[in-house]
């Protein structure tokens, strides 16, 4: 049996942070974009002639004891926005974390689970979709907390492969999810090609972006210096340089320039940003990234 990637503690303390918000996510319990269809629903709309086959639940029988007339009650249908998660598995989250730390992958999946519970928490169905180069298997969650489970065992099962293809993924995650949603996107971002580009793709075809972005601290900060070999961990392309003091601060205000352009993106495009470093610690990660991805669209909402 996989082991649970969150403690029994933790989820106890997601369902009480889930039950604090009474509107987490977009979409969440019903949606907010009100639909011009009639049906069951929350919000009185108008009433219409009972016709033989109707649901007799929803005849208004106080108006019948008035009018001697059967009217049907018609309320407002408030449609599920789609929620997907798209799961960065590919070879670039695993690479060489510190010793004893998880790997970006690690750190991925369980940020997905703490995201899936939370949906499950409030009875909404989320599309798990992992992906590198391509799209992977999926998994929709639904059915309620008690069906945690079967999220674990898959998050569990998912093995990272393969290269990092923004622009191939992009493509097919339209071509297969024509219906815009809430988008959560957990990766490092890190692509050979434009990664800006494919996002804001996503975003121009009707979906809400969530960017969470995670880095290992030598992601952002190479611990390394003098002359050094790197490989890259998707490619396998080696790459010889000369580090100084100077270089890797460079380097380091390039890598935060690249983060704030994919922060800008998601914000410009109406979505949310969430940066995390694996140092932090796991359950402080998770609450960061859900109050960034929940409150404050509540807050909006």
Not at 25 to 50: I, K, M, T, W
Not at 114 to 140: C, N
């Amino acid at each position: 049996m996989p082991t649970p990637l969150l403690d029994r503690q933790l989820l106890e303390r997601l369902e009480r942070l889930t039950i604090r918000w009474h509107k987490s996510f977009r979409g969440l319990v019903g949606g907010h974009n009100r639909s011009r269809y009639a049906g069951p629903g929350q919000e009185f709309l108008d009433h219409r002639h009972f016709h033989q086959g109707d649901d007799l639940r929803a005849v208004n029988w106080r108006a019948y004891l008035r009018l001697e007339k059967l009217f049907l009650k018609m309320f407002q249908v408030e449609p599920r926005t789609p929620i997907r998660i798209l799961l960065d598995a590919s070879l670039s989250m695993t690479a060489a974390p510190l010793a004893g730390a998880p790997s970006k992958f690690d750190f991925a999946r369980r940020l997905a689970a703490a995201l899936t519970y939370v949906g499950l928490v409030r009875h909404d169905s989320i599309l798990l979709q992992p992906f590198h180069q391509r799209l992977d298997d999926t998994f929709l969650a639904s059915g309620g907390r008690h069906r945690f489970g079967p999220v674990n065992d898959f998050l569990c099962a998912v093995e990272p492969g393969g290269k990092t293809s923004f622009f191939d993924v992009a493509r097919l995650f339209i071509s297969a999810y024509q219906k815009p949603g809430l988008l959560i996107i957990i990766s490092d971002f890190l692509d050979d090609a434009d990664v800006l580009k494919p996002l804001q793709y996503l975003a121009d075809f009707g979906n809400e972006l969530i960017l969470v972005q995670l880095w290992a601290p030598s992601d952002r900060e190479p611990a390394l210096s003098g002359d050094v070999a790197l490989t890259d961990s998707e490619s396998g392309a080696n790459l010889e340089l000369s580090l100084d003091a100077n270089a890797c601060r460079a380097y380091t205000e390039a890598f935060d320039h690249y983060a704030g352009a994919i922060e800008n993106l998601a914000l410009r495009s109406g979505g949310r940003y969430a940066g995390l470093s694996t140092s932090v610690p796991l359950e402080e990660a998770i609450f960061q990234a859900l109050n960034q991805t929940g409150a404050e669209l509540a807050r909006g909402a």
